[in-house]
């Protein structure tokens, strides 16, 4: 991993940490998810450098090393789009391939729908491309549900402020490593879940946690509190929601995700390929919601077959 280069450029009034490496013309854009960070993509950039791509692993807005900006509860989708553009402007950088995981699904494909001369295709982990209107989620799942906890102003800062961010992300890791929703009991916050004596993922290290515990603890929790879980109502304007590009979805069998009410039908049964067309999905039967860092072979296999069938 030392040989990814760290670069930092000035748009749009903040600075924006941007991890890179490798050469040449076919350039992959990396979007992270919660609670990850341009790390999450570390095996993902090596692979893919060493089969000659370019790959960029921004930290959106208020996450890792990039700038925090003025009022992080006012950041939104449409921000992380604008600051995206911005990047590759910047780098004079005219098309990307987008590989996305979790909540950076939505700001990759809307940057495919606003700016579809900018995206030759789209690679997603673990969330599908969905409707852009309001979620439902919350309405048919317990009071408990992470989603809706951490969508509450100041509960999840609470929550949270009671521990060091090492831990937050620990316990956050662990959780959605899970094959079952996080949804707390009424008396119970969500970092009360997971206890101290359970490990972390066989495939997650204390050095990786320390990397991510030391990059939130510079970035704090208020945007990315705020982007995703205080943003998904948001209205892009959007009057033709096909996606044109070819897509590829991964989506691991033990992914919590798969557990939201209507995602596994929606994914299976045809109703994905409504808004993206041209959708190839593949499943990993021991895949959970961290894929790329769990199993990151066989995951830069998938991308690297995917994105050269598409040059």
């Known amino acids: 991993m030392d040989q990814i280069q760290h670069n930092f450029i000035t748009v749009r009034g903040l600075k924006f940490h941007v991890a890179e490496l490798g050469e040449g013309s076919n350039v ?48 939104t989708f449409a921000d992380l789009v604008a600051d995206l553009v911005a990047i590759l402007d910047h780098l004079g950088i005219s098309k990307v391939f987008v590989v996305a995981k979790d909540f950076g699904v939505r700001p990759a494909y809307l940057l495919t729908l606003l700016h579809p001369h900018r995206v030759s295709c789209v690679v997603t982990l673990g969330v599908p491309h969905v409707p852009l209107e309001p979620r439902k989620y919350r309405e048919s799942l317990p009071e408990g549900f992470y989603i809706s906890r951490w969508n509450e102003p100041g509960r999840a800062e609470a929550d949270f402020g009671r521990l060091d961010a090492k831990t937050v992300v620990r316990n956050i890791y662990i959780l959605f490593s899970r094959s079952e929703i996080p949804i707390a009991d009424e008396e119970q916050e969500i970092m009360d879940m997971v206890d101290a004596s359970v490990p972390l993922p066989p495939w997650f290290t204390e050095e990786d946690l320390a990397t991510y515990g030391a990059l939130y603890e510079k970035s704090g929790f208020k945007t990315a509190l705020q982007v995703p879980y205080r943003s998904f109502d948001e209205d892009f304007g959007i009057t033709d929601p096909i996606v044109k590009v070819p897509a590829l979805l991964i989506m691991g069998c033990e992914d919590y995700v798969l557990k939201f009410p209507g995602m596994e039908e929606y994914i299976k049964f045809g109703k994905a390929k409504e808004l993206v067309p041209d959708l190839d999905i593949i499943y990993l039967p021991e895949g959970t919601h961290f894929v790329q860092e769990q199993s990151p072979e066989l995951v830069n296999e998938l991308i690297l077959d995917f994105l050269r069938s598409h040059m």
């Open 28 to 75: 992959v854009l990396f979007l992270h998810g919660f609670p990850e960070i341009w790390y999450s993509w570390r095996h993902q950039m090596v692979a893919l450098a060493n089969a000659g791509f370019r790959t960029l692993a921004p930290d959106y807005r208020g996450y890792g090393l990039s700038d925090i900006p003025p009022e992080p509860e006012k950041t």
